[in-house]
């Protein structure tokens, strides 16, 4: 199974940014994905999951009502829609993938794979 995010870049704040991670290897359908984010010096956050179905999805406080996750399973793509973006949401983000379909845990070491990462850089 291999991920690949995509989509990062340079914002102003208050700007929009859509987030794509592609799964290769075994149909979307099969896993629960969630996207998490680093930023830099800091340990990797919890942002957005959603389970196998895309229809329970869970978000942080911290980017709820601006951010949201949603999935394409015929085209095997997980998304992140985030707008009103903010200063603080600058960090490497990454996708993943859990062999539990219905989990939404907040939880790194739930998953057991992961993409390599796209950087969002929100400028002031």
């Known amino acids: 199974v291999q991920l690949q995010a995509f989509g990062g870049g340079l914002v102003q704040v208050g700007g929009s940014l859509r987030l794509s991670c592609a799964i290769s290897g075994r149909p979307l359908s099969s896993y629960a994905m969630p996207w998490f984010r680093q930023p830099l010096g800091r340990e990797r956050e919890f942002v957005a999951a959603?389970?196998?179905?895309?229809?329970?999805?869970s978000t942080a406080d911290s980017v709820k009502g601006r951010f949201s996750i949603s999935r394409d399973n015929a085209k095997n793509t997980v998304y992140l829609q985030m707008s009103g973006l903010k200063p603080e949401d600058t960090a490497a983000y990454y996708c993943?993938?859990?062999?539990?379909?219905?989990?939404?845990?907040?939880?790194?070491?739930?998953?057991?794979?992961w993409g390599q990462g796209t950087l969002v850089t929100v400028s002031s």
């Open positions: 959603n389970v196998w179905s895309g229809t329970m999805t």
């Open positions: 993943a993938a859990s062999n539990h379909p219905h989990s939404r845990s907040s939880t790194p070491s739930d998953y057991d794979y």
